[in-house]
Each structure stands twice: as C-alpha cells, then as structure tokens.
C-alpha cells in the first residue's frame, strides 16, 4: 500500500556519539504522524539506533547488505545479521554503491533476492546520470535499472518494496530536479509498472524522489501526484532540517 515516507542515508557520515546526539535531536522534533520517518546509518551504528529508536516511531534502514547468507566475505554484512539486530530494510542500488562498488543490475538482482527471501523489506534505489538525461535516454536507462533489478519478481514480492527515484546528477550536488522532471519520471515509472504487472500493483507501490532534497524545495517535489516522499542524504544530517522535510508533506 503507498505510503508517505521520508528516509535519511547517512552515508558514510557520524562517530558513534554523533550518531547517537542526531538520533535524540530528531526524536525531540516533532514529526508528521502520517508519514513513515526512517534513517540509515552505517553499519557499525545500526544497533545502537535501533534500541535509541526503540520508544518513538522512527525506523532504522542499511545501506546495503551483501547477497550470500554467511561466508568468507570479509567486511560484508548479511541480511540474517541484520534481522538479528532489529533491523528489517535495507538500500540496494543506490548510485553511489552502482559506481564506487561496482554493483550491476545483475548483481542487484541477487541482493534483491536475497533480501526479500529473508523477509526484508526494501527501499530499491536508481536513476540516470546527467549524460543520459542529456542525451534524452533517461526515460530507458531507468526502465532498464527497473527491468534487471526487479521485473523478475512476482506481484506478491512488490508488497515489500518501496522505489527510489535519484538521478544521479541531483546526488549531493545541490542540483534538483524540478518538481515537473521528479513528477515526469514518477508517471514513466508507473506506467512501466503498469505495463510489467497491473494499474493496481503501479498505484500501490511508494515511489520516493532523491536528490539533494531541503526544506526549501520538500513541499513542491512531494506535492507532485506520483511523488510519495524522499531519499534524503545531506539534509538528513541535521534534525532540524530533515524533521522540515519531514512535515513539508
Ligand atoms: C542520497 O544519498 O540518496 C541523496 C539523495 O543525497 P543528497 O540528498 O545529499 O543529494
């Protein structure tokens, strides 16, 4: 069912203290209750925020998690490990992993597996970078992330997965898309969904915006129709802005 949800990614950001300081800031803002509020810190922060989180509504997402159950993977973390600690999402896809960690579609494919097959729940992140958008292939480079990442699923499985939207020119470069491009891309997401399953399952499904999304500019990308919420990443560092966001719905 579509949802209102904001998430803030962390990244690679925050010592422990800062992490558990932002965590209590966020919990003394006063947040929308109709909206579904989450933050992904790193790995090492995750079981600390979930018991800080434990007595407010604010849910605690990863960054990522690997596709193998357990094994010599050294320095992974698996989707067990992160069920274990209370954590029930996780991020795949997001571009930053796609281009410094070399994560394919295919790849992709297998974590998206992997994570559901254990029961989580996942926010499935994609996007074109500026070249494609430039060269007007943005509309077919995001219904191919959206092909080889997840057309293979079933219409049940979609219940646990929550679209992000994040053109990778917008990522952390102070540069958004207009609400008219964010709403434009939402619509074409949609309709590929359509297309694959039904209008029920494209309706369904929360389509969130990223890209360096701010207080200033929440409430326009949101109020687009097919705009259900964000991926926050720097403004998600500071309570006070990301709890903004937040209420700009
Ligand atoms: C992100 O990392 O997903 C993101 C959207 O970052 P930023 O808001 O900083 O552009």
Known sequence: MRKKIVAGNWKMNLDAAESQKLIEELKSQSLAANVTVAVAPPFV????????????????????????????????????????????????????????????????????????????????????????????????????????????????????????????????????ASPAQAQEMHAHIRSVLAAKYDAHLAQGVSVLYGGSVKPANAQELFSQADVDGGLIGGASLNAADFAAIVNAF
């Open 45 to 176: 922060h995750l079981s600390s925020a979930v018991s800080q989180t434990s007595d407010s509504s604010i849910g605690v997402i990863a960054q990522n998690m690997h596709q193998a159950k357990s094994g010599a993977f050294t320095g992974e973390v698996s989707s067990s490990m992160l069920k274990s600690i209370g954590v029930h999402t996780v991020l795949l896809g997001h571009s930053e992993r796609r281009a410094y960690f070399h994560e394919t579609d295919a790849l992709l494919a297998e974590k998206v597996d992997a994570a559901l097959a254990d029961g989580l729940q996942l926010i499935f992140c994609f996007g074109e970078e500026l070249a494609e958008r430039k060269s007007n292939t943005h509309f077919d480079v995001v219904t191919h992330q959206l092909t080889e990442g997840l057309f293979h699923l079933t219409a049940a499985q979609w219940e646990n997965i929550v679209l992000a939207y994040e053109p990778v020119w917008a990522i952390g470069t102070g540069e958004t």
